[in-house]
């Protein structure tokens, strides 16, 4: 299992999978934006996504999980 979490503080602008969605290591699963900058969030792992924990527009620092795989 890991948890996905951002490597700086920012705001998520879009959510690219859904919960049972299987994933490949470095899919994108979101875009979020620090510094003025959209960067997207890659998978960290290959699995599925077992839990998603934000929502669009939700401000987070580098100690919030975004989601959980599996």
Do not use: H, R, Y
Request: charged share 25%; proline share 6%.
């Amino acid at each position: 299992m890991a948890d996905v979490k951002p490597p700086i503080g920012g705001k998520i602008v879009k959510i690219n999978v859904a919960v049972g969605a299987q994933v490949t290591e470095n899919q994108s699963l979101l875009v979020f934006e620090a510094m003025k900058m959209e960067m997207d969030m890659p998978a960290p792992v290959a699995g599925t996504v077992k839990e998603i924990k934000v929502k669009e527009g939700q401000t987070v620092d580098t100690e919030t999980v975004l989601m959980v795989i599996e």
